[in-house]
């Protein structure tokens, strides 16, 4: 049964004007709910068993539990959910230490808000997405290992701009 056309996201993130604005940018769009936020990684697991986001927008730098160790725990007991980290520490080892951990995507808060919405829109339609930043980052790094798909561009929505229906 098809819940909602719309991608709920959950935030997390210590800094009240990062949520301020994602909150923000995604009530300016048809196809985003923003269902929950979070200041800390401290209480994530049971936000998404409780909340049931497709995507979940986590920093890595936050005060509490480590945001690497709870992405792990997440991305093994919820891999429907998709995680894109969302993070101002955005170098080749954090965006290597995130896919190691289970991220879907990585985007820098230096990049545009089109580009964090299209990173949304892109892990809810089950593409790994990476913002302009970081895939030059990574490129920079020359972290691409033979055993990794190489990164991929953040792609927007489909033609019409809605997310894929969920199960």
Request: negative net charge.
């Amino acid at each position: 049964m098809i819940r909602s056309q719309r991608v709920r996201v959950l935030c997390v993130d210590d800094n009240e004007f990062v949520l301020d604005s994602v909150k923000h940018l995604a009530a300016q769009t048809p196809d985003l709910e923003v269902i929950g936020t979070l200041r800390s990684a401290d209480t994530l697991e049971t936000a998404v068993r409780d909340l049931d986001p497709d995507v979940v927008l986590l920093d890595l730098e936050m005060p509490g539990m480590d945001a690497l160790a709870s992405l792990r725990r997440v991305s093994g007991a919820h891999p429907r959910v998709r995680v894109v980290v969302l993070t101002g520490t955005a170098d080749a080892a954090s965006l290597e230490r995130s896919l190691d951990a289970g991220a879907f995507g990585f985007v820098s808060k230096a990049d545009g808000p089109r580009d964090i919405l299209d990173a949304v829109r892109g892990a809810a339609a089950g593409r790994p997405v990476f913002s302009p930043e970081a895939r030059r980052m990574w490129e920079l790094a020359g972290a691409c290992a033979p055993a990794r798909p190489p990164v991929a561009a953040v792609d927007p929505p489909g033609a019409d701009g809605t997310p894929p229906p969920r199960a």
